[in-house]
T-cell receptor, first 114, second 110 residues
Framework: ETGVTQTPRHLVMGMTNKKSLKCEQH?????MYWYKQSAKKPLELMFV???????ENNSVPSRFSPECPNSSHLFLHLHTLQPEDSALYLC?????????????FGPGTRLTVL | QKEVEQNSGPLSVPEGAIASLNCTYS??????FFWYRQYSGKSPELIMF????GDKEDGRFTAQLNKASQYVSLLIRDSQPSDSATYLC??????????FGAGTRLFVKA
């Protein structure tokens, strides 16, 4: 257990559905991240929040919408996804974003878009 | 394009041998370097980090950094079958951005 939890662990959705992924960290960290991991590809950074403010957005399609209500919780709202969005979505947190950046990952949500 | 390159493998070593995993990066301004281990179906787990040139040892693991050559490596001594996993090299380039390599698959044969 890393102190970062994610729900749900598995999600199957149609292209017209709306769903949300949830992440919670119990480590007292200041920064939280969403990554996408597709087969045989590097982890892709999607969003970064520091002290509840979005500080990084890596040209992610608008069908992915993040929300960070406080420093312990992070959501990823999904709508009108495409089959190519099927992947493992990982949440991570770190104590401090200023370069050191040791990140602790949650178990991930395996998303399948039909 | 800022990149982190790793040999995808698989790298196969016998039990008890030294496994050597290598990584190169393109951004000379990179500040922090990490090795994560990822078992199949699981999330990445941090095993080592290094910030300064030279070697850093932690148990059976040694991370080596050469900033002039833009090269970071991970040595696993006395490899065990439980070390079989994908090893991700990650480079923090400042601020909040960490770039991951695609990973090297390691198989340790009993």
């Amino acid at each position: 257990e890393t102190g970062v939890t994610q729900t749900p662990r598995h999600l199957v959705m149609g292209m017209t559905n709306k769903k949300s992924l949830k992440c919670e960290q119990h480590l007292g960290h200041n920064a939280m991240y969403w990554y996408k991991q597709s087969a045989k590809k590097p982890l892709e950074l999607m969003f970064v929040y520091s002290l509840e403010e979005r500080v990084e957005n890596n040209s992610v399609p608008s069908r992915f919408s993040p929300e960070c209500p406080n420093s312990s919780h992070l959501f990823l709202h999904l709508h009108t996804l495409q089959p190519e969005d099927s992947a493992l979505y990982l949440c991570a947190s770190s104590q401090d974003s200023a370069g050191l950046n040791e990140q602790f990952f949650g178990p991930g949500t395996r998303l399948t878009v039909l | 394009q800022k990149e982190v390159e790793q040999n995808s493998g698989p790298l196969s070593v016998p039990e008890g041998a030294i496994a050597s995993l290598n990584c190169t990066y393109s951004d000379r301004g990179s500040q922090s370097f990490f090795w994560y281990r990822q078992y199949s179906g699981k999330s990445p787990e941090l095993i080592m980090f290094i910030y300064s040139n030279g070697d850093k040892e932690d148990g059976r693991f040694t991370a080596q950094l050469n900033k002039a050559s833009q090269y970071v490596s991970l040595l696993i001594r006395d490899s065990q079958p439980s070390d079989s996993a994908t090893y991700l090299c990650a480079v923090a380039t400042g601020g909040f951005k960490t770039i991951f390599g695609a990973g090297t698959r390691l198989f340790v044969k009993a």
